[in-house]
């Protein structure tokens, strides 16, 4: 089986509550996602996507996705997409780094495989261990009362995990959280997210003043040293994020005992296949995960489905379902929420079946 053509798809989503807002004062009111087809000269056809959090979340960019595909197109084609690892290798030879325009070609590559072995990708990438699994909800920055009335709104459509967007003064940072807390249940988890936006006497301040409240503390700060800073004040577990582009960053922060969970966003480490070697690094240490990606619509909720599904359940800590916050659907059969879990889908490859008329023309095609 061999690459015969590639396809690139660019859709626009909205977003179903109209703004999504994080640290820094960033937001965005929809996202430019890319679909990527890769077709096979046995008739089998792969998807994957990639969907950046627009052009200031950490170094990826839409307009840098079909750029970045022209550059590995004349690569690819001819080789077997069956051999994920051989792809990912020749694409790192082709392209350093950009690891985001490799993760929805690896996707793809993994969809063909799964088809052409007859088995979902959940079971090759370790087994399809789950059948759902519970998701959480990212809570908008906003005013206090605004995100608590969102915790409610959420708890009540069957979510019990909430990842708050904090960062900002450190004064309405307590008082977001507080009121988080105020209306959530026992067995409710809530994560204050600050996105890498405290400097660490900011969030060295939020954290003795919630010292006795139950929560999670995630990526307070840009760098590794600033949130090591941060944890020697803290006995909140704390999670990492923006600094998780990678095995060797990661084994970095594992070795310096800097947190009890990371979140593996999928087009941030290039794929699949380098998001699996980082999960099972992780059930091996004992580190916890959030399965996800930098956002996306079905086929990016697909994939992670595929991940989590497969990943030892009591070392997923929470994941997320990208095609609820979206209004743009291209596959009826994806995966979709219910009471706040997501199932993991059984059949072959990813295991939905993408409408290429709601794709629109491809923006480029190599073949």
């Not at 000269?41 to 998807?47: E, Q, R, S």
């Not at 072995?117 to 920055?141: C, E, F, K, N, W």
């Not at 091996?284 to 930098?294: A, K, N, Q």
């Not at 909720?301 to 800590?317: D, K, M, N």
């Amino acid at each position: 089986m061999r690459i015969q053509r590639i396809d690139v798809y660019q859709l626009r989503y909205g977003l179903h509550d109209k703004r999504y807002a994080w640290s820094g004062g960033h937001a965005v009111t929809g996202f430019t996602t890319t679909i990527v087809k890769i077709s096979t000269d046995d008739g089998i056809a792969g998807y994957g996507e990639v969907c950046p959090l627009g052009s200031g979340y950490m170094e990826a960019h839409p307009a840098g996705v079909p750029a970045g595909i022209r550059e590995l197109g004349p690569v690819l084609l001819g080789r077997d997409p069956t051999k994920p690892r051989e792809i990912n290798a020749a694409m790192d030879a082709a392209l350093g780094g950009h690891h985001y325009v490799k993760s929805p070609v690896d996707i793809a590559c993994w969809d063909i495989l799964g088809q052409a072995a007859g088995l979902p990708v959940a079971t090759m990438l370790g087994g399809r261990l789950v059948d759902d699994y519970p998701l959480y909800r990212a809570i908008s920055q906003g005013s206090p009362e605004a995100m608590a009335e969102d915790v409610q709104r959420y708890r009540a459509e069957g979510y019990r995990r909430f990842q708050l967007k904090v960062g900002a003064n450190p004064d309405d940072d307590v008082r977001r959280v507080e009121a988080a807390l105020a209306v959530t249940q026992p067995g409710d988890v809530v994560v204050a997210d600050a996105n890498t936006g405290w400097l660490p006497h900011q969030a060295i301040r939020l954290v003795h003043a919630l010292r006795d409240r139950d929560y999670y503390l995630e990526q307070p700060c840009t760098t590794l040293a600033e949130c090591l800073t941060v944890r020697a004040h803290t006995p909140q577990p704390m999670v990492i994020d923006e600094l998780i582009t990678g095995v060797g960053p990661f084994l970095d922060a594992w070795e310096k005992g800097a947190m009890d969970g990371i979140n593996i966003k999928i087009s941030r480490v290039g794929g699949l296949t380098k998001a699996k070697q980082l999960r099972d690094l992780c059930e091996s240490l004992g580190i916890v995960m959030t399965i996800e990606d930098s956002w996306g619509g079905d086929l990016a909720t697909t994939a992670i489905a595929h991940l989590a599904g497969s990943t030892r359940p009591e070392y997923l800590f929470t994941s997320t379902d990208f095609n609820s916050y979206v209004d743009v659907t291209i596959a009826d059969d994806a995966p979709r929420r219910e009471e706040g879990r997501l199932r993991v889908p059984s059949g072959p490859g990813l295991g939905i079946r993408v409408d290429d008329q709601r794709l629109g023309s491809p923006l480029l095609s190599i073949s």
